[in-house]
């Protein structure tokens, strides 16, 4: 896989923003975490969830990553809901 395979018609402008910053992440391996993540999931995201995601986006790649592999623990204020969905998305995804 490189890249979305989720259009953004439809999305409103924070989904598009949000959907396009997880698949430019600057490492490739945030870029199919995220990207994914946010092909699945972006359109069903209350707002509440949206500002989690924008809150983690801002998280530096190598320390989300860490978090992700349970190498490192987030802050409690970015590790809420969204974080402990998108670690279990990531968990069962086979494709990476």
């Known amino acids: ?9 439809g999305l409103d402008d924070r989904r598009k923003r949000l959907l396009f910053r997880c698949w430019h992440r600057g490492t490739r391996e945030m870029d199919l975490i995220l990207g994914r993540f946010a092909d699945q999931e972006i359109a069903n995201l209350t707002d509440g969830e949206l500002t989690e995601l924008e809150r983690l986006i801002e998280v530096p790649d190598p320390d989300l990553y860490a978090a992700l592999i349970g190498d490192k623990e987030l802050p409690p204020a970015d590790a809420g809901a969204l974080f402990k969905r998108l670690k279990a998305f990531r968990a069962v995804d086979q494709d990476l």
């Open 1 to 9: 896989m490189t890249g979305t395979t989720r259009s953004s018609v």
